[in-house]
């Protein structure tokens, strides 16, 4: 059973990395961010279950805590660089270029 | 002896001698325009301070016995490194106090004058503070007690020297003059360090006193080495040949600066170095003769340029450097004419700067004008300036009861002694002295006016004459009141005890021969020189003449000697350099920057493609992981 | 033997496994950011599901007051912020990209499998024991957070409170020009009407007539033509304004129906109406 609950949660996090390198809207780049932390509190849950102890809850519980802080700062810059270049689209950041 | 019981002297505060005038020059450099207004009384002071520091220590070491009068001031180590260990040091002994009086007692009389010289230039607290400097570095040059110490006074006094002859920057020609000083006695520079480094390596220290013990185990070869290059040193700072060419050029400096370094101090400072390694130079008679030859040859060529300048400063340079070809030669005699050297040096000290300074007054009176042709019967409008100069020139020519009558004459005789061919040039230079020194006086004070139009001569003021007086008394009776003590003073540092050494003079045949040899060129000087003088140098004149103006050529044979070489070898690494490296090295950089430009693709600026590429590594680490696992 | 015993927690897996696989399909296939979020939610709701059927009912709670209600309406709101209607074109630009993302994440899910699947060794315990030895789940967490975890979970309230405090100052708008004010406005205006000739002044209402009277009737010049710029430009952009002729017209035709409704209209008001034609005949 756990491992059903793993692929599950294998497949969620894949999802989301391939979200996060196919799309280019800031937004639901940080979406696929927190799809991927979701499925890794799924594990963790999960093998809280299979081994019967609550120490993965507890680890789930702070990914979660840390999630939030992070969505704060992140949609803070993303409103930021929103209102100064009038786009939310990853690849127009290309100032990076070499 | 009663004197220095009453003086409660410490011995252990010479370095205040030292530290009052750098401190002096260090505030007004620092301190900057505040002090525009009384910075120049303030470093006047400085000198005068140390001055009567320098007499409470005389009078006390002339208290003491005659075994007690070297006293080494230890002031902490400067160098320690494995067996070596280097202690900066102060010694102060017979021949060290006597240059500290020369020195500020001299040089507070020429900051006096300088008060008066030096009032109406916009940079006079710069002056006044290199002054300073040079004082302080001067002191510490002949204070010290290794030869260490004494090179950083050496290089302080150059750097002095160097500020002070280019102290009217904006003129070309003194900016040039500075440089050349500097770098002709970097060749000097280069010998005393040589020297100093092979006692090091002999002796394992450079203090005087290990090296005056030390000396005995010299082998002849070393000790003639070690000789020769502490010569090339003194020549160098001394201005004597081959080293000579840029004294004639310091005359560019301001008159004081010219009184003070380029007449009456630094560069006696080769002297100095002689006759304090007088150890060394005592094992090798070689090194003796090249001091003397030196000595000599720098004596005629300095009259010989005396002899053919028009312009006042350069003919006392001229005279300056003979004179102290005088020195040199007596140095070179051995420990028989060092007595006769130091004395002549101190004569020297007065009544040249008493002749530069009066020489000062003059240009004072005519618009900086220094060409004698421009002068003519100024007696009559100068004439404390005209007798003070007389007794510099009775001095020089060495007049009967004079100052140089008793040194130099004492220099001949002792030439005579030890090489006859030196003492007869020494003697022909003589008379060759009295006839340009004479040339000087008529040119300047006799015949016919010639002052060009505006010139209205008139006396220096008072702050200006009143030291010309002092070292016009110094000039008259300074020879009568050393020669009868100086030898026995200078004993203790290993000057044998001379002659003649009562105060009157002593007939002797060559000081007869010599009196006529003088009176003989007086007496051309006058001839020669009694009737009209030409505005302008005449052109259609003696090779001799010719030779003397161009410096005999000095600036000529350098030229061919070391300046050319110089730029030929510099543009030979200038042609490598640009033809063989700079190719080299920007073919390098051109690929460096061919490769960025085809790297610089990848980073295409797209996060995205970052964050692939990175997801594409980790699955490549994985698939590492995985697979070392199983094998 | 066989007996597919199906119990409670496997159906609450297949049904929300397969609900949150279609909403992360649905997250990132979406064009428009709100449906995206929408799609989100869908797979953090299933999730609390699966946690609340895995013994864990606090965390079902924080999933869903944390996750879904807070961290989503952040999101929400931001994309409020930035404009609902935006729609991300979903063509990729990137040459290769998409061939490239597929391989790799193909690579990830084999490798994930493989290596997590390998952490699942014996047989699933179950954590209501331990649950029950705490005296509840809430209770169990309880004491880990305060004993074991303490100082991580002291580390999180510095966290929380740096990050309240840095986005309070990246999302104040900073204020980068000088405040323009009345004088400073007026001065522009002058500036402007001597430069371009631009009108001083306020912008004519929009007209006012018996028929119409809405903002989007525009006021007539004497000479009967429209002033423009009496109507603003955005709805001058949705709607068509009326021509000065158009307007005309049903003037033209009040007044006709007016003149033709006869017996109501008295002829002393008729000749008053005639004198005052008369005299600005006169006028003229």
């Not at chain 2, 400063?313 to 060092?338: C, D, E, F, H, R």
Request: glycine share 10%.
């Amino acid at each position: 059973m756990t491992s059903l609950y793993a692929v599950l949660a294998v497949i969620l996090f894949t999802i989301g990395l391939i979200g996060f390198l196919i799309r280019r809207n800031a937004l639901v780049v940080f979406m696929c961010v927190e799809l991927m932390l979701n499925a890794c509190n799924l594990l963790f849950v999960a093998f809280s279950s299979h081994h019967g102890v609550l120490d993965g809850q507890m680890a789930a519980f702070f990914v979660m805590v840390v999630a939030a802080a992070e969505v704060v700062i992140g949609l803070s810059i993303i409103v930021m660089i929103t209102r100064t270049r009038r786009s939310t689209s990853v690849d127009a950041e290309n100032v990076l270029k070499g | 002896m009663m004197v220095s019981s009453l003086m409660v002297t410490d011995f252990s505060l010479v370095w205040m001698l030292i530290a009052i005038p750098a401190v002096m020059a260090g505030l007004l450099l620092s301190l900057g325009k505040v002090t525009n207004s009384f910075g120049h009384f303030l470093a006047t002071l400085a000198p005068l301070a140390s001055f009567t520091l320098a007499v409470m220590y005389f009078l006390d070491l002339w208290g003491k016995p005659v075994g007690e009068r070297t006293v080494d001031i230890p002031l902490y180590t400067w160098i320690s490194s494995g067996s070596w260990q280097i202690e900066a040091g102060l010694l102060i002994d017979p021949l060290s106090i006597l240059f500290v009086l020369l020195i500020t007692g001299v040089g507070s009389l020429i900051h006096i004058y300088s008060l008066g010289y030096m009032a109406h230039d916009p940079h006079r607290r710069r002056f006044f503070a290199y002054l300073n400097l040079f004082i302080a570095a001067m002191l510490l040059l002949v204070l010290a007690n290794n030869y260490l110490v004494l090179f950083v006074g050496w290089e302080g006094v150059g750097l002095a020297s160097y500020l002070l002859i280019s102290f009217w920057q904006e003129k070309p020609s003194a900016a040039a003059a500075g440089k050349k000083a500097f770098i002709v006695n970097r060749v000097g520079d280069m010998g005393l360090l040589i020297a100093a480094f092979t006692m090091l390596a002999m002796f394992s220290s450079t203090s005087f006193v290990d090296v005056s013990a030390g000396a005995d185990m010299l082998s002849p070869g070393w000790a003639t080495f070690i000789g020769i290059m502490l010569l090339v040193g003194a020549c160098g700072k001394s201005a004597q040949v081959p080293l000579q060419s840029w004294l004639l050029d310091a005359m560019e400096g301001p008159t004081p600066v010219s009184a003070l370094i380029h007449a009456a101090t630094m560069v006696t400072a080769g002297v100095y170095l002689v006759v304090r390694s007088g150890a060394i130079f005592e094992q090798s008679p070689i090194a003796q003769l090249a001091v003397a030859i030196v000595g000599t040859v720098t004596l005629l060529v300095g009259a010989w340029i005396g002899c053919s300048k028009d312009d006042i400063k350069k003919v006392l340079a001229g005279s300056t450097m003979s004179q102290i070809g005088y020195m040199m030669l007596a140095a070179g005699i051995g420990p028989a004419g060092y007595a006769f050297a130091i004395f002549h040096l101190l004569t020297h000290g007065f009544f040249k700067a008493n002749m530069f300074l009066g020489a000062g007054s003059v240009m004072h009176a005519t618009n900086d004008d220094v060409d004698m042709r421009h002068y003519g019967a100024l007696r009559q409008v100068l004439p404390i300036t005209f007798v003070t100069f007389a007794m510099g020139y009775l001095a020089i020519i060495g007049f009967p009861m004079f100052a140089g009558f008793y040194s130099k004459d004492h220099i001949i005789e002792a030439a005579f002694h030890g090489q006859p061919i030196l003492g007869v040039l020494a003697l022909i230079g003589a008379g060759v002295t009295a006839f340009y020194m004479t040339r000087l006086m008529m040119m300047t004070f006799f015949g016919q006016s010639r002052w060009r139009q505006g010139v209205h001569p008139h006396e220096s003021p008072a702050v200006m004459w009143i030291p010309l007086v002092f070292l016009a008394i110094g000039s008259l009776i300074g020879g009568m009141a050393l020669n009868s003590w100086i030898g026995s003073w200078l004993a203790p540092i290993g000057a044998e005890v001379g002659e003649h050494t009562s105060w009157l003079p002593a007939i002797t045949p060559i000081g007869l021969i010599t009196m006529a040899v003088v009176g003989c060129g007086v007496a051309l000087g006058w001839l020669l020189f009694k009737k009209d003088i030409p505005d302008t140098a005449p052109q259609k004149v003696s090779i001799f003449t010719t030779i003397g103006r161009n410096d005999l050529f000095g600036d000529v044979v350098n030229d061919y000697a070391v300046v050319k070489p110089a730029e030929l070898l510099s543009r030979a690494v200038a042609t490598t350099d640009e033809k063989g490296i700079t190719p080299g090295i920007e073919g390098f950089g051109r690929f460096v920057e061919t490769l960025g430009t085809k790297l610089r693709v990848i980073q295409n600026g797209y996060v995205r493609t970052y964050g692939l590429t990175m997801v594409i590594g980790i699955v490549f680490l994985g698939l590492f992981l995985l697979l070392s696992r199983l094998v | 033997m066989s007996i597919l015993v199906i119990t409670g927690t496997e159906v609450v897996f297949w049904i929300c496994a397969v609900l949150a696989i279609l909403g992360a399909i649905g997250l990132i296939s979406f064009s428009k950011p709100v449906y995206s979020a929408l799609c989100l939610a869908l797979v953090m709701i299933s999730l609390a599901v699966i946690y609340a059927s895995l013994g864990a009912p606090f965390l079902m709670a924080v999933q869903i007051i944390v996750y879904t209600g807070a961290i989503l309406m952040l999101f929400l709101f931001v994309i409020m912020l930035v404009g609902v209607d935006s729609t991300d074109s979903i063509t990729e630009t990137l040459k290769g990209h998409r061939v490239a993302v597929g391989l790799a994440g193909v690579g990830v899910l084999a490798l994930l499998v493989l290596g997590v699947l390998q952490g699942v060794v014996g047989q699933g315990l179950g954590v209501d024991v331990t649950n029950t030895a705490a005296g509840g789940n809430v209770q169990g967490l309880a004491e880990l957070i305060f004993s074991r975890y303490v100082i991580a979970f002291e580390a999180t309230a510095a966290l929380l409170i740096t990050a309240a405090v840095a986005a309070m100052v990246l999302a104040h708008p900073e204020q980068i020009k000088k405040k323009i004010g009345q004088k400073e406005r007026a001065e522009e205006r002058l500036q402007a009407f001597t430069s371009s000739g631009k009108h001083p002044g306020p912008k004519p209402n929009s007209g006012v007539f018996a028929r119409h009277n809405s903002i989007a009737t525009p006021a007539l010049l004497p000479d009967g033509s429209v002033a423009e710029n009496s109507v603003s430009e955005i709805l001058a952009s949705r709607v068509t304004i009326a021509t000065g002729e158009q307007l005309w017209e049903a003037h033209d035709e009040v007044l006709l129906a007016l003149e033709t409704a006869d017996g109501e209209l008295d002829e002393d008001e008729d000749e008053d109406l005639d004198e005052a034609d008369d005299k600005e005949g006169s006028d003229d």
